[in-house]
T-cell receptor, first 115, second 112 residues
Framework: EAQVTQNPRYLITVTGKKLTVTCSQNMNHEYMSWYRQDPGLGLRQIYYSMNVEVTDKGDVPEGYKVSRKEKRNFPLILESPSPNQTSLYFC??????????????FGAGTRLSVL | ELKVEQNPLFLSMQEGKNYTIYCNYSTTSDRLYWYRQDPGKSLESLFVLLSNGAVKQEGRLMASLDTKARLSTLHITAAVHDLSATYFCAVDRKRGAQKLVFGQGTRLTINP
């Protein structure tokens, strides 16, 4: 089954404690992205990747890092989380070349609370 | 700076009626996306519109794109309760890269 898997689904942590949210897709997609969703601010792109070792900033990259060492994985790293990073995070993947070109598939989401 | 504005932000309608959600954007782009989100759930891609005049339809939903007017519409025909959700549009800032800016979302409620 085609899917995008995010882990963990829920996470409560404390300020400054490094964490990683993993994202993995099994569709051999080239493109992957991270978004955050906040009440009143909507959906905002954090980082995106067009292929292995090719990443770029979205609208709100501050405080986040990403890496794309393998095609299937695109982890989101918070080196020193702060309370303003409390949010709902989504990972998505797509391919520009399949018959459903550019259709994004989303993970189930990770709800992060930073205390 | 690219701005994407949807209207209305809230829409309550009766089953069986037709309605349209509008998505305006402020700078040139030839790629626009529509998504659906149910309460407490993730997003689901509905349509990708790739060029001026593009029209896509699935079931009771039809999306179109006018790049000259910088406007996309999502038309709902004979609404049914199952279409109640929040609908987002997003515009690609960097051609083909999926460097996306989202609209605020339209919360659609369809009453029996």
């Amino acid at each position: 089954e085609a899917q995008v898997t995010q882990n963990p689904r829920y996470l409560i942590t404390v300020t400054g404690k490094k964490l990683t949210v993993t994202c993995s897709q099994n569709m051999n997609h080239e493109y992957m992205s991270w978004y955050r969703q906040d009440p009143g601010l909507g959906l905002r792109q954090i980082y995106y990747s067009m292929n292995v070792e090719v990443t770029d900033k979205g609208d709100v990259p501050e405080g986040y890092k990403v890496s794309r060492k393998e095609k299937r994985n695109f982890p989101l790293i918070l080196e020193s989380p702060s309370p303003n990073q409390t949010s709902l995070y989504f990972c998505a993947s797509s391919s520009p070349t399949t018959d459903r070109a550019d259709i994004q598939y989303f993970g189930a989401g990770t709800r992060l609370s930073v205390l | 700076e690219l701005k994407v504005e949807q209207n209305p932000l809230f829409l309550s309608m009766q089953e069986g009626k037709n309605y349209t959600i509008y998505c305006n954007y402020s700078t040139t782009s030839d790629r626009l996306y529509w998504y659906r989100q149910d309460p407490g759930k993730s997003l689901e891609s509905l349509f990708v519109l790739l060029s001026n005049g593009a029209v896509k339809q699935e079931g009771r939903l039809m999306a179109s794109l006018d790049t000259k007017a910088r406007l996309s519409t999502l038309h709902i025909t004979a609404a049914v309760h199952d279409l109640s959700a929040t609908y987002f549009c997003a515009v690609d800032r960097k051609r083909g890269a999926q460097k996306l800016v989202f609209g605020q979302g339209t919360r659609l409620t369809i009453n029996p």
